[in-house]
């Protein structure tokens, strides 16, 4: 069987490209990764990731928009989710408006009445914005949080993966001229099904090394003192160590940077940890359990470390 040949996006030639183009926007990635994204553009094949919630799964669908300059459509995922909120609905309110002004015009000829299910009274919602023929380029379509629906709706996400079309009964069937770049992430409170995990490359993206954390957090804010940085690092890391019941992540890390530069601090201080654990730790017993931590010896140690 011949494959569909797509317009690839002249930006990425080498994985290289990916890796360049990702820090440009501030966003540090290995090659593993990049591959993973390399693949997925070049293959115009989903890609699922999935981790702890923070580790930056999101902001690959936003960076990726920014680098192709296209579109961004984000579909957020929920208990109930369901074809109205995520696939079309009909404007039964403009139909009904439309119909009252046929029979007050005396036309009634069947031609007229089917108009009602036309394109016209369709309301795209993003699983069809993303597929919508008409689109000037491919967006980028982000399906967040897959894991937070039910296994219906990701069910009937297999005919979108598969063969980019939506069925709509009253319609016909919709095909996107280009399918659009595909990243669904899940933070894996329940396991996404081996049907949909055939459609897509795969790639999970753990807690970043010391390092890279490290990185990311000049390359984020820039302004940071590199020395809070290190030391900032250095306690998210001893931290995850700990059993805690939400380990932070790349996000809770930057937030607590942010907290941090709003406080002034040029170093990290008892006082200044325990009065903006808030932005770090976002649940009560780990808060408790953190706070009844020497974190006096946990900065002498760090500090020796930075």
């Known amino acids: 069987m011949e494959q569909a040949q797509f317009s690839q996006p002249n930006n990425f030639a080498t994985i290289e490209d990916v890796q360049r183009a990702m820090s440009e926007q501030h966003y540090i990635t290995d090659r593993s990764l990049a591959t993973a994204i390399f693949l997925s553009l070049k293959r115009r094949k989903p890609l699922l990731l999935e981790g702890e919630p923070g580790v930056g799964k999101t902001e690959i669908a936003k960076v990726l928009a920014t680098l192709l300059g296209t579109r961004l459509i984000r579909l957020q995922c929920y208990e109930g989710i369901d074809i109205n909120t995520a696939v079309y ?3 039964y ?7 009252r002004l046929l029979e007050a015009s005396a036309v009634n000829q069947p031609a007229e009445m089917k108009e009602i299910f036309g394109p ?31 296994e219906e709706f990701e069910a ?20 996107a001229k280009e399918p659009p770049f595909v990243i669904i992430t899940s933070n894996r409170t ?37 020395r809070l940085a290190k030391q900032v ?27 941090l530069l709003a406080l002034d601090q040029q170093e990290l201080t008892e ?24 974190i006096g010896k946990i900065l002498q140690k760090l500090r020796g470390a930075s």
Request: net charge negative.
């Open 190 to 226: 329940r396991e996404i099904h081996d049907a949909l995990r055939r459609r897509c490359l795969y790639y999970w993206i753990d807690f970043p090394t010391l390092e890279k954390e490290y990185q990311i957090i000049l390359a984020r804010m820039p302004e940071a003192p590199e």
């Open 271 to 294: 006082g200044a940890v325990r009065d903006s654990l808030g932005a770090l730790l976002k649940y009560q017993d780990d808060l408790l359990k953190v706070g009844g931590l020497d």
């Open 233 to 259: 690092t250095h306690f998210v890391h001893e931290l995850r160590n700990q059993e805690l019941y939400k380990a932070p992540g790349i996000a809770e890390t930057l937030d607590w940077m942010s907290s």
């Open 89 to 91: 609905e009909w404007n």
């Open 156 to 175: 009937y996400l297999l005919e979108l993966l598969s063969d980019f079309q939506i069925t709509i009964p009253e319609i016909g069937t919709i095909q």
């Open 93 to 99: 309110t403009r139909q009904m408006l439309h119909i």
């Open 120 to 150: 016209d009274f369709l309301m795209q919602r993003p699983l069809l914005q993303a597929i919508d023929p008409s689109n000037p380029t491919p967006p980028v379509l982000l399906i967040d949080e897959l894991d937070r629906s039910d």
